[in-house]
């Protein structure tokens, strides 16, 4: 207890050097541990949101940009393809369930995509959980939407409300605007944690007919008629009977051997973990950087105890004349560099949690997936344990020129 009590006295005495020692741990360990919440937690997001995906139809092109478009609705998608694509899959025996979604325009940035209402029905986003209705009802004609939780947040829309969508899917200066037809909210999403709270789902007919710009320029006095050319997809959510089917399907598909289609077939999964593997290579380098403050935090601490060594040294010496041996001297400056560096990389991680948890909103509005900032890893028990090592290691150097003082001398340099 006596030797706690001196090493709180000793921290105290320099508490402006100690403080500055704690704070530039703390720095370098929560950003290590900022990174590694959000490097955990949007992966986890990412694969949780493709679960509902089994296999995506979609024009030739990048398959990433496919994934990315399609199921975290993040980029532009490649173009669209004949609805044939979406009535032979529908059909095909190997499928139990085909979801066609059809890019349209969108609502002050938010996307509005045609589907059918088997979205709501039949289809499951995530393993057992298919969407919930939190107000209102989904759409059962042409021109309602179904918005989804972030939309009704950030627009203000209401069930009963109307809106006109914009060309294009996403927001540009100068946009024109479909004031000539307006849709109708029907229903707002319970909030799903998915890029899906950040859709407006409506009927493919209502994008068709939107688009529709054929007839109008014909003169043809029924608007309504869409031809054949305008019934386009830009792509086809799949889910299988059994997983035996899988290879053989996409195979077919990729391969242009499916019914003549011109198409590809992609995993979603592997897709995501190809995308994370190259994040994953950013990711390492900044770890590096956060490393090495740390590191620099450490060497902090062995130059504020090393520096604070002379002022100490008639003070260590009365200490061993009144009977302290060499070792107990030893250990308090141990003990010293164990306690500063044991704060700051406590603190550290708990300003790393709180940062990401004070953005949550922040990053969530602009990454479109839930981060907490409450989720914990092994890895934080070995980066607070290895930089309390640390801490010990860098306070040997200042420890042995104690363990050297010359009791005389120094007893003597203070009359």
């Not at 173009?79 to 694509?85: D, E, H, L, S, T």
């Not at 830009?234 to 299988?240: R, T």
């Not at 949550?360 to 980066?383: A, N, R, T």
Request: charged content about 20%.
């Amino acid at each position: 207890m006596n030797t706690l009590r001196i090493v709180y006295k000793n921290i105290k005495q320099r508490s402006l050097s100690s403080m500055l020692t704690i704070l530039s741990v703390l720095l370098g360990v929560g950003l290590v541990t900022a990174i590694l919440i959000l490097k955990n937690e949007s992966e986890e997001a990412f694969n949780q949101a493709a679960t509902g995906y089994e296999i995506i139809v979609g024009p030739k092109g990048s398959s990433l940009q496919l994934t990315l478009s399609t199921v975290y609705q993040i980029g532009l998608p490649i173009q669209n393809m004949p609805i044939k694509v979406y009535d032979l899959l529908k059909n095909d025996k190997r499928v139990r369930l085909a979801i066609p979604y059809v890019f349209g325009d969108n609502y002050k940035n938010f996307r509005i995509t045609g589907t059918v209402s088997e979205l709501f029905s039949e289809f499951e986003y995530k393993k057992g959980i298919r969407y919930k209705i939190d107000e209102g009802s989904f759409f059962s004609n042409d021109f309602e939407a179904v918005i989804g939780k972030e939309v009704a947040d950030k627009t203000g829309l209401k069930t009963g409300d109307t809106f006109s969508g914009s060309h294009g899917i996403e927001s540009y200066e100068g946009a024109s605007e479909h004031s000539e037809k307006k849709f109708k909210v029907t229903g707002i999403l319970s909030r799903t944690f998915t890029p899906s709270d950040r859709i407006i789902f409506v009927s493919m007919n209502s994008v068709w007919e939107l688009h529709n710009h054929e007839n109008e320029n014909n003169g043809s006095e029924d608007h309504h008629i869409i031809s054949d050319s305008m019934k386009t997809i830009s792509a086809v959510l799949l889910k299988l009977k059994s997983p035996v089917f899988f290879d053989l399907l996409r195979r077919q598909i990729n391969e242009n051997k499916y019914e003549g289609i011109n198409a590809q077939a992609v995993l979603p999964l592997f897709e995501i973990k190809q995308l994370f593997d190259i994040i994953g290579n950013i990711n390492s380098v900044i770890l590096v950087i956060a490393y090495l403050v740390i590191f620099t935090a450490a060497v902090s601490i062995l130059v504020s105890i090393y520096n604070s060594m002379n002022e100490r040294m008639r003070e260590i010496a009365i200490m061993r004349s009144l009977g302290a041996r060499r070792f107990l001297i030893m250990k308090i400056i141990i003990f010293e560099g164990m306690f500063l560096s044991a704060a700051g990389a406590l603190l550290g991680c708990i300003a790393g949690h709180a940062a990401v948890f004070f953005l949550q909103e922040k990053i969530s509005g602009l990454s479109g997936i839930k981060i907490s900032g409450f989720v914990f890893s092994m890895f934080e028990v070995y980066l607070i344990t290895g930089t309390i090592i640390l801490g010990i290691i860098v306070s040997i150097i200042p420890a042995v020129k104690a363990y050297r003082t010359d009791v005389s001398k120094n007893l003597n340099s203070g009359t």
